[in-house]
């Protein structure tokens, strides 16, 4: 089991961590952005495309730490964009793109991109590629090639959902809301008086020092992010500082203990794909290792 802060020395540490990466640290996020940017304008098979290049996850979403500081970017070509289609009621639409801009070419033409942007760019990785860092001036990079990805549901504003997909060297396709995400973290954390993504960033912080300790094993930031999702707002509004983590981090624990369907109804922010599952990169007992780990490191106890 790790080391338990005392109380005095959780207070300090959570003041640290409920703060973003200083205006550095986010010069050379953002400096990573543009060079991608600058990368994709100046290939001429793009020219003419409707492409977007931006920043996903943690960096947009200001859910990012001191020390967890990669940027993800995706290179997403709208036009055409991929859908499975619409359902038996709205007839008539096509399931599938058939054109030019296949998977492999936009994955051909990225790497071309960045190689002749950046150097040495490595593209063994299943998803995206990885441009290393350079120290001192930007971190290192991962771009992910995709699509523009349309979800139809009567229920959604104007009846459809917009996402992205990307396919990967092994044949399967990742469908990802990072639009979706962004707005529902930003309304969650208006609707918490800004305590959303401060307890995200201390659970961050704690399971990196957990990982480093070799107390649990080193997982994707996102499931924090995940995880506070989950917590109601009233929660995160209760007391001060010191008792939204400590009563998040409870409810969190309840929810992934519950006999009947509690991990199974948990979300992601983006409200469409469930925490856990297939494809997800933990599962709910990593999850649960995590709250406690970082429950008894934060000197809340291990069940109160």
């Known amino acids: 089991?790790?080391?338990?802060?005392?109380?005095?020395?959780?207070?300090?540490?959570?003041?640290?961590?409920?703060?973003?990466?200083?205006?550095?640290?986010?010069?050379?996020?953002?400096?990573?952005?543009?060079?991608?940017?600058?990368?994709?304008?100046?290939?001429?098979?793009?020219?003419?495309?409707?492409?977007?290049?931006?920043?996903?996850?943690?960096?947009?979403?200001?859910?990012?730490?001191?020390?967890?500081?990669?940027?993800?970017?995706?290179?997403?070509?709208?036009?055409?964009?991929?859908?499975?289609?619409?359902?038996?009621?709205?007839?008539?639409?096509?399931?599938?793109?058939?054109?030019?801009?296949?998977?492999?070419?936009?994955r051909e033409e990225v790497h071309a991109a960045l190689s002749n942007h950046f150097g040495w760019v490595d593209a063994d990785h299943n998803l995206a590629f990885y441009v290393p860092e350079v120290s001192g001036s930007r971190p290192s990079i991962d771009v992910v090639p995709c699509f523009k990805w349309v979800k139809y549901d009567i229920t959604a504003p104007e009846g459809e959902y917009v996402g992205s997909v990307v396919y990967g060297r092994d044949g399967k396709r990742v469908i990802n809301w990072p639009e979706l995400q962004l707005a529902n973290g930003c309304a969650k954390n208006t609707n918490t008086n800004q305590r959303y993504k401060f307890v995200v960033r201390v659970l961050k912080n704690a399971e990196n020092d957990l990982a480093a300790e070799g107390v649990i094993e080193a997982m994707p930031s996102y499931l924090s992010e995940c995880l506070i999702y989950n917590v109601p707002d009233h929660v995160l509004r209760a007391g001060d500082f010191d008792d939204a983590v400590r009563l998040s981090l409870q409810e969190v624990y309840r929810q992934l203990t519950a006999v009947f369907l509690g991990p199974q109804l948990m979300v992601e922010p983006n409200k469409i794909k469930r925490v856990f599952g297939e494809g997800q990169k933990w599962d709910e007992k990593q999850a649960r290792e995590l709250i406690e780990g970082a429950r008894h490191y934060l000197g809340y106890g291990d069940r109160q």
């Open 1 to 106: 089991m790790a080391r338990q802060l005392s109380y005095a020395q959780r207070l300090v540490a959570i003041r640290r961590w409920k703060k973003p990466p200083g205006p550095s640290e986010q010069d050379r996020l953002e400096r990573a952005e543009r060079m991608v940017e600058d990368a994709v304008d100046r290939h001429q098979p793009f020219q003419g495309l409707d492409i977007t290049v931006e920043a996903k996850g943690s960096y947009p979403n200001k859910t990012n730490v001191r020390g967890d500081s990669d940027v993800d970017i995706m290179v997403k070509l709208n036009k055409p964009f991929h859908t499975d289609g619409l359902e038996p009621w709205w007839l008539g639409q096509r399931t599938q793109h058939a054109g030019p801009w296949t998977a492999a070419r936009l």
